[in-house]
């Protein structure tokens, strides 16, 4: 079955940039998916959706409180998925996930399965 690991975490100040990346590391393909999805949990929240990029054209799609400051992107050949994230907030500080789509709703990913263990995003105002 797929695997996805997450890495590019870490610790930064209020307004700095980081980029996660998210990997397919069991050997198969998960182009066989419609896309993958970015997570993020803070601490006493749920588990909130980030953005997507479905693989049929590249869509993306963001939350609204990501809006201009996050991107996602893949690699020409979709080994891995980056979430870019800029001018980062202290609000921004949780667990960030990644997981492929099982289907499409509304030609946009859905129903995400396979997830990653998660990068640690800590932002510091």
């Known amino acids: 079955q797929v695997q996805l690991v997450e890495s590019g975490g870490g610790s930064v100040q209020a307004g700095e940039s980081l980029r996660l990346s998210c990997a397919e590391v069991?050997?198969?393909?998960?182009?066989?998916?419609?896309?993958v999805g970015w997570f993020r949990q803070a601490p006493g929240k749920d588990r909130e959706f980030v953005g997507s990029i479905r693989w049929t054209g590249r869509l993306t799609e963001y939350a609204d409180s990501v809006k201009g400051r996050f991107a996602i992107s893949a690699d020409n050949a979709g080994n891995t998925v980056y979430l870019q994230m800029n001018s980062l907030k202290p609000e921004d500080t949780a667990i960030y996930s990644c997981?492929?789509?099982?289907?499409?709703?509304?030609?946009?990913?859905?129903?995400?399965?396979?997830w990653g263990q998660g990068t640690q995003v800590t932002v510091s105002s």
């Open positions: 069991s050997g198969r393909t998960w182009m066989s998916s419609y896309g």
């Open positions: 997981a492929v789509a099982r289907n499409l709703l509304a030609g946009r990913p859905a129903h995400f399965d396979y």
